[in-house]
């Protein structure tokens, strides 16, 4: 049966790529599947995050979740740290992967940086605790932003090598001929990786130092329109056609903004702001973007205004995702030859 898993780090403020590259398909997903949705918290770690800040972004991600249309009723919606069986499946994967295979993730050599010996071991074995989060649910189904493809292989990758190396164990307990699935990537919608305002180069993140860098999902109209105002483009107007954007990644990525924030084509956004400057395009862009946040915000701020209710919401969903990890994570013990009472 399909199953769908995916998650965010409390690791700052949601923005607009986590929203339009991840969460819109979370929500729609929610008609066709069983979904579960994770607020990563174990992951947020991996860098230094102040304990505070920490327990407030992970309320702040839930009400986030919830605001743009997950229902925890009909989703489970909870915070990884409270189902315990991520950290011990993640173990057993650090003993399946390879130190190859994770030395390629472009993810940890960007986070990295130069500093390679300063960084938290943590931030190095960050993908197979997210395969840990997806196949502890053995979910089939994992929607993410184009950024976690490489993630996303590995994770199928360490499903292969577990059936593989104990798959006479497997067959011998009677638990199917593949215990992993092989999980698909779901890369869709119409920006399924929004960039930098800052940088045309780098995507939109919720690490980078500079917060106009991004659009968040609690700025207000008058953060939105600065934000959007002062965002690089180049001097020339805007082309009429889509070719025209070719080699000009700041314009493209304003205009796949528009185009994915308005339920258009880029080919149509152009046709109506082609040969005209940026400035008027950008306030036409801000109105947009205020339109399609504001009641995100709002609804938001009112659901933080009683943060008993999202944690009674984040106990719940823990004990459902409790109740589907345990008896694999007791079926992964049998299979290694664990001795368990
Ligand atoms: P961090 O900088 O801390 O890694 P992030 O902005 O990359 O934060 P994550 O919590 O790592 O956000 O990712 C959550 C989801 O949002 C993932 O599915 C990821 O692929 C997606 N995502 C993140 N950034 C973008 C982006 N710029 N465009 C589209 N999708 C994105
Ligand atoms: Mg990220």
């Known amino acids: 049966k399909p199953l769908v898993f995916s998650g965010m780090q409390p690791s700052g403020d949601l923005h607009l790529g986590n929203y339009l590259g991840a969460l819109v398909n979370w929500v729609r997903m929610q008609e066709t599947h069983d979904c579960i ?15 505070a800040a920490l327990k407030k972004a992970i309320r702040e991600v839930t009400a986030a979740y919830i605001a743009a249309g997950i229902d925890p009723k009909r989703s489970i919606l909870f915070n990884q740290s409270q189902v315990h069986e991520h950290a011990e499946l993640a173990w057993v994967f650090n003993c399946v992967a390879r130190m190859g295979w994770m030395s390629r993730m472009t993810q940890f050599k960007e986070k990295a940086g130069k500093d390679r010996e300063n960084v938290s071991l943590g931030l190095f074995a960050y993908p197979s605790l997210m395969a840990a989060d997806i196949l502890v649910y053995r979910a089939t189904h994992v929607p993410v932003g184009e950024d976690q493809k490489q993630h996303l292989e590995l994770t199928r990758d360490i ?10 164990r497997i067959a011998e307990l009677g638990l199917g001929d593949g215990f992993f699935p092989v999980t698909e990537p779901v890369i869709m919608g119409p920006a399924t990786r929004v960039m930098s305002l800052r ?30 105002r002062k965002a690089r483009t180049d001097p020339e107007p805007l082309p009429s056609e889509e070719k025209g954007l070719e080699g000009r990644a700041e314009a493209d990525n304003l205009v796949g903004i528009f185009a994915a924030l308005s339920n258009r084509s880029k080919a149509d956004v152009l046709a109506e702001f082609g040969g005209g400057q940026f400035s008027g395009f950008k306030a036409a862009l801000a109105d947009v973007a ?10 938001m701020q009112r659901l ?20 589907i990890a345990a008896p694999v994570m007791a079926s992964v013990k049998d299979i290694l030859g664990f001795v368990r009472s």
């Not at 949705?37 to 304990?51: E, K, L, N, R, S």
Request: hydrophobic residues 40%.
């Open 290 to 299: 205020v339109a399609k946040l504001a009641p995100i915000t709002g609804e």
């Open 159 to 168: 499903a292969i090598k577990f059936n593989n190396d104990f798959g006479p």
């Open 199 to 228: 940088d045309g180069t780098k995507k939109m993140s919720k690490s980078d130092p500079s917060d106009y860098s991004r659009i968040n999902l609690t700025d207000d109209a008058d953060t939105i329109s600065q934000k959007i």
């Open 37 to 51: 949705y994770c607020v990563v918290d174990m992951h947020a770690i991996t860098v230094w995050q102040d304990p």
């Open 304 to 323: 933080l205004a009683d943060p008993a209710e999202i944690d009674r919401i984040l106990a719940e969903g823990s004990a459902r995702a409790r109740a």
